[in-house]
């Protein structure tokens, strides 16, 4: 696990520091006391990650819209992972609020690899296929009882936001341009068939790999079922254009799905964009180079 960003990025976030992590593990779990704590900078948005020892990774709710995600996860990871075909991180405790930290967390294994870089792919076309390989298997989990996914939903839904942002984007992108596939994406048919699961959040902060090729998925807050098409963005936040047919073929991905996931890819993009803008750089500039790929594909 790694990546890159420890800046407040919302006003409501609580401050989170390797000593107060320390307090927190001697109070709950006895017997790592003594491990070393070193906090984890990454591009992710809604939990601090701190390495304790070798073996274990502390993660802990920036802020309150967060704290549902630790029990989400808590539950429904054990069901998922071993029916996937790469490592998922595994839950091996849950903490109580305690030394002025208001909600709980959790302690997982640690996993080794590292996140791709859009753009610098070692193995496109091998991360491509692996990366479908994962989707496919996610989406044959059984859904029985399974909660929604927070974000595979109609893309219509994400109307209002999307187009908030790109009035907030003036002078950073190109509006005219972005607001015309953004309506071409509105018109796509939404999804017909029954809900299946899907990660919703495959981005490059949330894949790790080794050798160029994927070796674990992280990150599941978001997990859920509904429109799997919400998983095809990784096609453009990380995959180069040259292996999207690869990915798409492997994925089995239909003409409306594909485009819907596209819409996806944008929307999310153009949301991030003015919100991380100066908070999280990282994040901000894999949306740019994302909304890039899209009019390059597209314009």
Not at 43 to 69: D, I, Q, Y
Not at 77 to 85: D, I, K
Not at 225 to 230: F, I, K, L, M, S
Request: aromatic share 8%; hydrophobic share 45%; proline share 8%.
């Amino acid at each position: 696990m790694g990546g890159m960003c420890a800046l407040r990025m919302r006003p409501d976030e609580v401050d989170v520091d390797a000593p107060l992590v320390r307090r927190l593990v001697a109070g709950r779990f006895p017997q790592w006391a003594g491990l070393p704590v070193r906090r984890l900078r990454s591009s992710g948005t809604e939990n601090a990650m701190f390495r304790l020892g070798t073996e274990l990774v502390v993660r802990l709710p920036r802020h309150p819209g967060a704290v549902g995600g630790v029990a989400h996860v808590q539950r429904w990871l054990p069901r998922l992972a071993p029916r996937l075909p790469f490592a998922s991180p595994e839950p091996l405790g849950r903490g109580e609020a305690g030394h002025g930290f208001p909600w709980p967390w959790s302690v997982y294994r640690w996993l080794d690899g590292v996140n791709p870089v859009a753009g610098e792919v070692e193995d496109p076309d091998a991360l491509a296929r692996d990366l479908a390989a994962y989707i496919t298997a996610l989406r044959a989990v059984d859904t029985a009882q399974a909660p929604a996914c927070s974000r595979g939903v109609p893309l219509a839904t994400r109307d209002a936001s999307t187009r908030e942002a790109i009035a907030r984007l003036a002078g950073r992108v190109d509006q005219a341009a972005v607001t015309r596939l953004w309506e071409e994406a509105l018109t796509v048919p939404e999804h017909g068939g029954a809900p299946v699961w899907a990660h919703g959040d495959l981005s490059p902060g949330n894949v790790l790999a080794d050798g160029g090729r994927l070796s674990a998925v992280i990150d599941y807050d978001c997990a859920g079922v509904g429109d799997p098409a919400v998983d095809l963005i990784v096609a453009w936040n990380l995959l180069p254009a040259g292996a999207r047919g690869v990915f798409r073929e492997a994925v089995g991905a239909d003409d409306p799905q594909w485009a819907r996931g596209r819409g996806w890819a944008l929307s999310v993009s153009l949301i991030q964009l003015p919100y991380y803008w100066d908070t999280n750089p990282a994040l901000a500039a894999n949306a740019r180079h994302t909304v890039r790929e899209i009019l390059a594909e597209r314009g």
